[in-house]
């Protein structure tokens, strides 16, 4: 099972990626140049990744609902600390 760190840490990744292929729908002389595949190619791209980011979403939502509930309970690590 992942940690609520690791699953926070996908979903950032994934909306960096989702901001970066987006960034390509502004630049009209890119898009110009591109053919129908490439075309086809950035825009599944951009549901994959919109895909990808609404199932995290829901992970969070359940992992934080169960952890409300008291279904799960959130283990920390013990850290050494200098004296």
């Given at each position: 099972?992942?940690?609520?760190?690791?699953?926070?840490?996908?979903?950032?990744?994934?909306?960096?990626?989702?901001?970066?292929?987006?960034?390509?729908?502004?630049?009209?002389?890119?898009?110009?140049?591109?053919?129908?595949?490439?075309?086809?190619?950035?825009?599944?791209?951009?549901?994959?990744?919109?895909?990808?980011?609404?199932?995290?979403?829901e992970?969070?939502?359940?992992?934080?609902?169960?952890?409300?509930?008291?279904?799960?309970?959130i283990?920390?690590?013990?850290?050494?600390?200098?004296?």
């Amino acid at each position: 099972m992942q940690s609520f760190g690791d699953i926070l840490d996908q979903l950032v990744t994934v909306i960096i990626k989702l901001f970066m292929n987006h960034e390509n729908f502004y630049h009209q002389e890119r898009l110009d140049k591109m053919n129908e595949q490439e075309l086809r190619n950035l825009l599944k791209k951009e549901i994959d990744l919109n895909l990808q980011r609404n199932a995290l979403i829901e992970e969070i939502d359940t992992k934080l609902s169960n952890i409300v509930s008291g279904q799960e309970v959130i283990k920390f690590k013990k850290h050494k600390t200098s004296e």
